[in-house]
């Protein structure tokens, strides 16, 4: 970039658009984040230091030889300088308007004094980069750019043209493969088109750079809001978890006190020995409740036996010590508070996944307690685990009368805890009334480890 003869730039725009494709913005309105005050600040404090620089070292030329004795005022002269670099103050506020105004003042500058200049030419390619990385209407940095260019190829052409025209007679005779012109022509070229070419690449970069930054930011927004989002639905979960097994263990127990607390104060004048036998299973179900509340509560404050990783399903009690082996001993107890009840296992036993060892445990529990609520008083139960190649069955069925449906409505929790609890195995579940009278609760889920794996995503 030289002044007159050393100033201008031959660039071609349809090759500089294919080297140097625009970017875009990811979607229409995107604009690029403002720097903020301490940007504004930097950029003052940049277009201040290049109109010192500028201002300083104008005079310095014409006493070095590298420009011709002044053809203006010294004022103007300096003027000049500072108001090259003085409007880089704004340009990332206004881009266009700065792009513009410097190169219109470096144009007139090089043309009235007939050099290019070191600062002036600073200006220049800041403002030139400034356009393309900080213009949000891309059409509009794109065609002031070529604007620019092509301002810069004309003014080149003719100082070229003037240079050919003019007489040098005076110049001493130089030998080479080109000749004056010809080598004055290839080093403006050059010089202009890796000018311009680089401050173009350079703005489309730090523009496609603030659209990956822009999108890797809302990306890391968006991840904390998804923490936020899991975190909320962990506790949610967990919350929904701790209620089914204070439920389960609950609702058993205090069901089977209460069956046992009626046939002690309907015997206890007539026959004290039932009363006592009566008073016995109750003290015997608070007692069993007690321990069952104080191993899940153990379980889920101790660390070490709580894994918080568990997907949604895998209960507390896993550590506890309920599953398909004590189902005998609940049969018994069912037994024992006067709901006649039958076990049978069919097929051969094998090891399953603990998840679905607790929750068959606990649906055969709930289906019970079901029972001596709603089936009446002269009710039986029949519980059948069935062991299949690839799941396992359980079905509790009775020979009561089925809970109405406004009974249902309002005490539901209990089957719905039901079917969190097979949909958290991986299973089915089907629940309803029996055509010869009666319930019917029937539940499969799969014997293998993806039981827990399909949980996760319920």
């Not at 070490?304 to 009690?317: I, K, L, P, V, Y």
Request: aromatic share 8%; charged share 20%.
């Amino acid at each position: 970039m030289s002044g007159s003869v050393a100033n201008g730039a031959g660039v071609s725009w349809s090759a500089l658009d294919q080297i140097l494709p625009s970017a875009e913005p990811p979607y229409p309105g995107w604009r690029r984040p403002s720097p903020g005050p301490t940007g504004f600040r930097a950029d003052l404090i940049g277009a201040v230091a290049l109109t010192v620089g500028a201002v300083i070292t104008m005079p310095l030329y014409p006493w070095a030889g590298l420009m011709p004795p002044t053809r203006a005022p010294l004022w103007l002269e300096l003027l000049w300088s500072g108001a090259v670099a003085l409007p880089l103050a704004w340009r990332r506020r206004y881009p266009t308007i700065v792009a513009v105004a410097v190169s219109a003042l470096y144009m007139a500058g090089g043309i009235a004094f007939g050099v290019s200049l070191f600062f002036p030419m600073i200006a220049l390619f800041v403002a030139f980069y400034t356009l393309g990385a900080w213009e949000s209407d891309r059409q509009r940095a794109w065609w002031t750019r070529m604007i620019i260019i092509a301002a810069m190829f004309i003014w080149l052409v003719i100082s070229i043209f003037v240079y050919a025209t003019g007489h040098h007679n005076d110049e001493p005779a130089v030998t080479g493969p080109f000749s004056p012109l010809v080598s004055l022509v290839l080093i403006q070229l050059l010089t202009n088109t890796t000018f311009f070419a680089v401050s173009y690449y350079l703005g489309n970069r730090g523009y496609a750079e603030s659209i990956d930054q822009d999108a890797l930011e809302r990306r890391t927004i968006e991840l904390a809001r998804e923490r936020e989002r899991a975190a909320a639905q962990a506790v949610a979960l967990e919350r929904l978890q701790i209620a089914r097994e204070l439920h389960d263990v609950v609702a058993h127990h205090v069901s089977v006190m209460g069956v046992q607390a009626s046939a002690a104060r309907i015997a206890f004048d007539q026959n004290p020995d039932v009363a006592r036998r009566s008073l016995s299973h109750v003290e015997s179900s608070a007692r069993t409740a007690v321990d069952e509340l104080h191993r899940m509560l153990t379980t889920l404050r101790d660390p070490e036996t709580c894994d918080h990783d568990h997907s949604f399903g895998q209960d507390a009690e896993v550590g506890a010590t309920v599953g398909i082996r004590q189902l005998p001993a609940l049969i018994g107890q069912s037994n024992a508070t006067g709901l006649p009840t039958r076990l049978e296992i069919i097929g051969e036993p094998g090891d399953l996944p603990s998840v679905v060892d607790v929750n068959i445990y606990r649906i055969v529990q709930e289906a019970l307690t079901n029972v001596r609520k709603h089936a009446g008083p002269h009710a039986t139960a029949d519980v059948r685990l069935r062991y299949y190649a690839d799941e396992v069955e359980v079905e509790v069925t009775n020979s009561g009368a089925a809970p109405s449906r406004s009974v249902a409505v309002r005490s539901g929790l209990g089957q719905v805890g039901m079917r969190e609890r097979v949909a958290a195995s991986g299973g089915t579940i089907e629940l309803g009334a029996l055509a010869r009278g009666g319930y019917l609760v029937r539940a499969r889920m799969p014997r293998s480890d993806r039981a827990s794996l399909v949980g996760t995503g319920n």
